[in-house]
Nanobody, 124 residues
Framework: QVQLVESGGGLVQAGGSLRLSCQASGRTFSSYAVAWFRQAPGKEREFVAATTRSGASTNYADSVKGRCTISRDNAKNTVYLQMNSLKPEDTAVYYC?????????????????WGQGTQVTVSS
């Protein structure tokens, strides 16, 4: 089992940048595929980005492609989401999710473990 704690959210102006972190507990973090999802008020939780357990392969939602980069440092049990050129429509609670697998998925139901989320607010 793994516990996930997100951090790095905050209030930023449109066009700005933020780097979110997902810190995991446990000694087998390198066995987990990890993804970021987000949920805006009144909307479904949606996929943002995912990385395989090694970090060699990544996947992005079309809405963030070219503006966001997911990366991981398994030695630090941490996954990052670098977000640039932020837009007001990026405002949401951002969640980190994980599952032991060699694969990744864009489907939220596939992930077994979730963090508590971190709020990102982008002002216009």
């Amino acid at each position: 089992q793994v516990q996930l704690v997100e951090s790095g959210g905050g209030l930023v102006q449109a066009g700005g940048s933020l780097r979110l972190s997902c810190q995991a507990s446990g000694r087998t973090f390198s066995s987990y595929a990890v993804a970021w999802f987000r949920q805006a008020p009144g909307k479904e939780r949606e996929f943002v980005a995912a990385t395989t357990r090694s970090g060699a392969s990544t996947n992005y939602a079309d809405s963030v492609k070219g503006r966001c980069t997911i990366s991981r440092d398994n030695a630090k049990n941490t996954v990052y989401l670098q977000m640039n050129s932020l837009k007001p429509e990026d405002t949401a609670v951002y969640y980190c999710a994980a599952r032991i697998s060699v694969l990744v998925s864009t489907t939220r139901e596939w992930y077994q473990y979730w963090g508590q989320g971190t709020q990102v607010t982008v002002s216009s």
